[in-house]
Every structure is written in C-alpha cells, then in structure tokens.
C-alpha cells in the first residue's frame, strides 16, 4: 500500500476505484512516506478520513435544515492552510450558493492573511481580521494587510487604508496599558508548530504565559 501511495497515478487510480474522491496535486511520484502522509494531510484524502470535506459538507447540509442563515466556520486554532481554505469554502459555496459564508481564524502560525484572501477569492463573505497593532500571533489576520492586498480587486473592501492606520495608531498606545498580561511577554513571533499540537489561540496564550511564569521553558 505505502509503494502504492508512493506512485500518484496508481494512488489515485487505487482511491478512484475505493470510490474516495480524489484532488489533484502533482505530477511527480512522492519521494518517501513521509511526503505522501504531508500531501495527505494537506488536502485531508484519504489520511483523515472522518473529518474530510464531505464530513464538513454533510455538516452544513444538516444546519441547513435546521434553518440558520448564517454558516460560520470556526478556525479556533488557525489551523486553516490557503489551499484547505479555498478547497472548504469552494465546496461549500458550490454546495449553498445563497447562504452567507463567515470565517473566523487566527494568526498563530503566521498564514492568517493568506488563509483568508483564499477563503475570500473562493466565496467566503465575511472573514474576521483585527486592526493592525491587535493581530498577528493568537489573535486575528491584520485587517490592513487583508485590505491592502484586495485594493483594485473585484473584491475590494472599499475600507481606506489611511484610516485603519489612525485606528492602529490609538489601539497601540491603549495595548500598551495591558503589555505585562500579553503573550508578546513570552511569545515574539508566529509559530508554525501549531499545526502539530493544534492548541486553539486563546488557550495556547494563557498556557504559553503559565509555563513561562512557572519557569517551565523548553530545556529546563
């Protein structure tokens, strides 16, 4: 099976056959197990197979029918890659063409803004974002970066630019009131080892801050 997965024209032949969808990626066979399990994981077929995109699409299919009018996707860990998001909301928008589409994220490993310009380009209409001097990290995409890269797009915001930044500029002296309690006192940047213990950003913040104040760092 692993000399199988190895080779991507018999694998998909193999999942085709298995009746699992299939979503296509490169051309070239893979290199070892570990790159299969990598390109797996990514697309969610076939090494996840309960939580994979039909189990999403089953799952909105059965809010649907218990009438709400919004279907928001709750990313609580920033776990949500570019290519995940463009594949989910894709599916989803192609599935509900009329029912209104909110994703929420965090920018803990650093792909926020790229997540969710994939999430808007595949038919998300809401994505949430945090002004600038309040994103990165655990909290929210910055909300500049999102509008500024949708500038003179068919998905412009309309939102200037100029003034996110006074609002930027206010929201960071007021931060400053409450530096001592922030994550930004243990944690100076993205991390993307998120995609490996998948802690969700509120929790992965108190829990970074907690260890640190018990002196319980890595290599100690």
């Given amino acids: 099976v692993v ?8 694998a998909r032949r193999v999942a085709i056959e298995a009746g699992v969808p299939v979503v296509p990626g490169t051309e070239e066979p893979m290199r070892d197990v570990h ?14 197979t309960k939580y994979a995109l039909e189990y999403y699409v089953k799952l909105a299919e059965d809010l649907v029918r218990c ?15 570019p290519r995940a998001a463009k594949m989910l909301i894709g599916a989803l928008r192609a599935e509900f063409p009329g029912l209104p589409i909110h994703v929420h994220t965090h ?9 969710m310009l994939a999430a808007a380009e595949a038919g998300a209409d809401v994505v949430d974002a ?12 910055s909300l500049g970066a999102i509008v500024a890269a949708l500038e003179g797009t068919e998905l412009d915001t309309g939102l200037n630019l100029k003034s996110i930044g006074e609002l930027s500029t206010y929201w960071e002296g007021t931060r400053q009131l409450y530096a001592p309690f922030e994550a930004t006192a243990t944690m100076k940047s993205g991390s993307a080892d998120v995609y490996e213990h998948e802690i969700p950003g509120g929790q992965y913040t108190n829990l970074h801050f907690q260890a640190f104040s018990l002196d319980l760092r890595q290599g100690r």
């Fill in 3 to 10: 000399r199988s997965m190895g080779d991507k024209t018999v």
């Fill in 35 to 48: 790159e299969a399990r990598q390109f797996c994981n990514q697309i969610g077929y076939p090494a996840k």
């Fill in 67 to 81: 009438g709400i009018h919004v279907l928001c996707i709750k990313d609580m860990a920033g776990l949500l890659k």
């Fill in 107 to 115: 920018d803990t490993a650093g792909a926020g803004v790229a997540a």
């Fill in 130 to 141: 945090a002004v600038d001097s309040m994103s990165g990290l655990t909290s929210q995409p």
